[in-house]
């Protein structure tokens, strides 16, 4: 199967690479390509600006959570209709899972898709020596076709042409763009990037981006390399996404406090059931639906328009205690709690389960997650194994008895141990699931739905 497809990869963490391929997938689109663009790794802030820059849902290629086989057909399946394919990587190139094993990097994943990679490197303050770092990229793991290298946030034209020749004649690198230090805008949260559709301006920044690629960048030739990246096999469609009519409605709060969704799950939920969107600060009700998925985000940053949404906090309280099935994890789990304490002020939520959260100033969890499931739920069965990530800067603080879904083997969870609160059929939890890591836990969720949709029959 014929791809374009190009890796922009990291040295490491906040050197630019996320400004540089929303540069690249907005110059793409301005140009008139139909860019499809891909996050390695579990990240949610990445691809909401990936969204905005091309048009098309990003898609999360993520080697830990998913097999060989299903990280390809995701990337197969959603380029559908598109012209190039722009993967931006995670962290450091080669950064893994557990610091010495390849799985969970950006690597491996440009190895699985035979992509190549150009690398991001911070020029900033450095000549000589940002040739011997590049080249130890080059000779670390010899299967990664690097193709070359954009040196970011270089000073005046004398230190542009040092760094640029001697990453040529020493490293043997070829240099695809020098980029010199911009006032560039991207301001971070403790979870990342500020979401995309928080940030005023937008276009205008996203155009920005594209303008300086436009450039500083030699896109002609990355769309060379890109298009003489070798062929794939093709591979069947994962029958999740086939359509089935179920007659099932399925509530997603998808609005500015959640925000937080692989669109994979949501195309995998769109196949078998009807998705209804629901705002949680404008709609003052909840709609007629038969099951109820609330993912993660901000509810933090707007818990007191949450709190002043009583009617809607009221209804999402009923719809739990009626026993239809309800999904929420992280963001969604702080909602569905009593309240959210933020810097000494507390806000009402939910109140379904006995507890409530509190944010912090550090990260109380970040990484991934292996569970064993000890309570069967709405989405997953008893003895089963659940692979996610999680990372949040709130703790829960119980003010009742929980009772559990999970344990955890590899993560934090709630208290290090567990994960997954249950209370009729809602469960809420830190962790974060791709659709692909457990299939099974559609066909569970809408089978619960069904259950109560024949008895209201």
């Known amino acids: 199967m014929d791809i374009p497809r190009i890796v922009i990869a990291g ?48 898609r999360n290629l993520d080697d830990f959570m998913l097999s060989e086989a299903d990280l390809i057909e995701t990337f197969e399946r959603n380029f ?15 950064d893994s899972h557990d610091g010495v094993d390849e799985k969970g990097s950006t690597a491996r994943v440009a190895k699985i898709l035979r992509a190549p990679v150009i690398l991001i490197a911070d020029a900033e303050r450095i000549n000589r020596s940002l ?14 076709d690097i193709e070359g ?25 070829r240099v695809f763009g020098v980029i010199p230090r911009e006032k560039v805008d991207m301001p971070y949260r403790h979870l990342g990037l500020v979401p995309a559709h928080e940030r005023e301006e937008l276009e205008n920044l996203l155009d920005f981006l594209a303008e300086i690629v436009e450039k500083y960048v030699d896109i002609d030739s990355i769309l060379k390399v890109a298009r003489n990246a070798p062929e794939i096999d093709e591979v069947n469609e994962n029958p999740l996404f086939s359509h089935e009519r179920t007659g099932i409605r399925v509530g997603v709060i998808r609005d500015k406090p959640f925000s937080f969704y692989y669109q994979d799950n949501i195309d995998a939920l769109s196949a078998k059931a009807e998705v209804v969107v629901i705002d949680s600060l404008r709609d003052r009700k909840l709609p007629d639906v038969d099951a109820l998925y609330i993912g993660g985000g901000f509810p933090e940053v707007f818990a007191e328009e949450l709190e002043k949404n009583y009617s809607f906090r009221k209804d ?31 806000y009402e939520m939910i109140g379904f389960f006995p507890f409530k959260t509190e944010m912090h100033d550090r990260f109380q969890a970040l990484g991934y997650c292996v569970y064993r499931v000890v309570r ?36 934090k969870g709630i208290d290090g141990k567990h994960d997954g609160v249950v209370k009729k059929n809602t469960l809420a939890n830190y962790i974060h699931v791709h659709i692909l890591s457990y299939p099974k836990m559609v066909e569970r969720f809408l089978e619960v739905a069904k259950s109560f949709k024949r008895e209201d029959i």
């Open 376 to 411: 069967s739920n709405v989405v997953s069965e008893e003895g089963d194994s659940i692979v996610g990530h999680e990372f949040h800067y709130s703790k829960v603080i119980p003010t009742g008895k929980l009772d559990f879904a999970y344990r955890v083997e590899r993560g």
């Open 316 to 346: 999402v309280y009923e719809f739990c205690y009626s026993g239809r099935p309800v999904y929420a994890e992280c963001g969604g789990l702080m909602f569905l709690g009593e309240s959210i304490v933020v810097n000494g002020d507390e």
């Open 131 to 144: 040739a011997a770092a590049l080249l130890g990229y080059k000779l670390f793991d010899p299967d990664v």
């Open 149 to 173: 290298v954009i040196l970011n946030r270089v000073g005046n034209p004398r230190h542009a042409r040092k760094v640029r020749t001697a990453v040529e004649s020493l490293a043997k690198m």
């Open 11 to 58: 040295v490491k963490s906040k050197i630019g690479k996320t400004t540089i391929s929303i540069g690249l997938m907005r110059a793409l689109s301005n140009r008139g390509y139909v860019v499809q663009p891909y996050k390695v790794g579990p990240d949610f802030i990445d691809p909401i600006y990936h969204y905005y820059a091309t048009g098309r849902y990003s």
């Open 80 to 94: 559908k209709g598109a012209d190039i394919a722009i993967i931006e990587g995670k962290t450091g190139l080669y």
